[in-house]
């Protein structure tokens, strides 16, 4: 089934700790994107890719880091977990920069 | 500062109430106006993305138009099966990101 995949769907991390929120997608997408949603915030950008091998800084990136080593993955890593980034996290992808994005499920994080 | 801003932040409509919703901004050089639908736990589902002034697209039972400054998404007739939170979002020609508003939950009463 064509579409983008998170894992995990759930996770709660002690502050202080690495994570690494995997993406994946099937459809050959050249862009992919990373967002949080906080609840009355709607969803800011985190990191952007515009294709692979290449990586952008969003609204919010402090804390976070991507790569993009091909085409289908686009993991995001925080290096050392705070509560501030409590959120659900989606990954996205268009098939360029300007065209609508497809989401994923989600991924919830909890950092206590 | 670019903004987008939607409203109302909820809604609650009876079945068959038609209502519509609205999203206005604030960016110069407007590259795409995108809408798109949430339900409780999962990602957002694209709906429609207009590019100038004048343009509509319809999809069932809703309707997305553009002018200069705001977009309005009419629902005609809704049913239960609409209630969702509906997020709109802007592309600027300068920038490679989209900026979402905070969304407005729809609730749809039978």
């Known amino acids: 089934i064509a579409g983008i995949t998170q894992a995990p769907t759930s996770q709660i991390l002690a502050a202080g700790r690495r994570m690494t929120l995997r993406c994946t997608q099937d459809?050959?997408?050249?862009?992919m994107y990373w967002y949080r949603q906080d609840l009355g915030l709607g969803l800011r950008l985190i990191h952007y890719?515009?294709?692979?091998?290449?990586?952008g800084k969003g609204e919010v990136p402090d804390g976070y880091s991507v790569s993009r080593a091909n085409t289908d993955d686009f993991p995001l890593t925080l290096a050392s977990a705070v509560p501030s980034q409590t959120s659900v996290y989606f990954c996205?992808?268009?098939?360029?920069?300007?065209?609508?994005?497809?989401f994923g499920p989600g991924t919830r994080l909890t950092v206590l | 500062e670019d903004q987008v801003t939607q409203s109302p932040e909820a809604l609650r409509l009876q079945e068959g109430e038609s209502s519509s919703l609205n999203c206005s901004y604030t960016v110069s050089g407007l590259r795409g106006l995108f809408w798109y639908r949430q339900d409780p736990g999962k990602g957002p589902e694209f709906l429609f993305t207009l590019y100038s002034a004048g343009e509509e697209k319809e999809k069932e039972r809703l309707k997305a138009t553009l002018t200069k400054k705001e977009s309005f998404l009419h629902i005609t007739a809704p049913k239960p099966e609409d209630s969702a939170t509906y997020l709109c979002a802007v592309q600027e020609g300068r920038r490679n990101d989209m900026r979402f508003g905070a969304g407005t939950r729809l609730t749809v009463k039978p």
């Open positions: 459809m050959r997408h050249n862009a």
């Open positions: 996205a992808s268009s098939t360029g920069s300007w065209n609508e994005q497809f």
């Open positions: 890719s515009n294709t692979a091998g290449t990586t």
